[in-house]
């Protein structure tokens, strides 16, 4: 995927599987990848169940911190 986020451009993809999640970016204006992978428990195993965690919020707000580390 092709897009823009943090005002320039990124190549790279997320993805999921039941008990993963990964973000793997890469920005060729700064010649900078950032790469976030977390074990995931917010897949439900029943309908009433509540779930622990938001990988994937969880996730985003890791690769936006890296981010502003990286590129202040």
Known sequence: ???TIFNTIL???SGENPGTMTYWY???DYG???FVAANRSDT???PDQDVPVDAGAL???IFKKAWQILHP
């Open 1 to 3: 995927m092709d897009a």
């Open 11 to 13: 190549i790279g993809h």
């Open 26 to 28: 890469y920005f060729p």
């Open 32 to 34: 900078t990848t950032i």
């Open 44 to 46: 439900r195993t029943r």
């Open 59 to 61: 996730i985003y707000e």
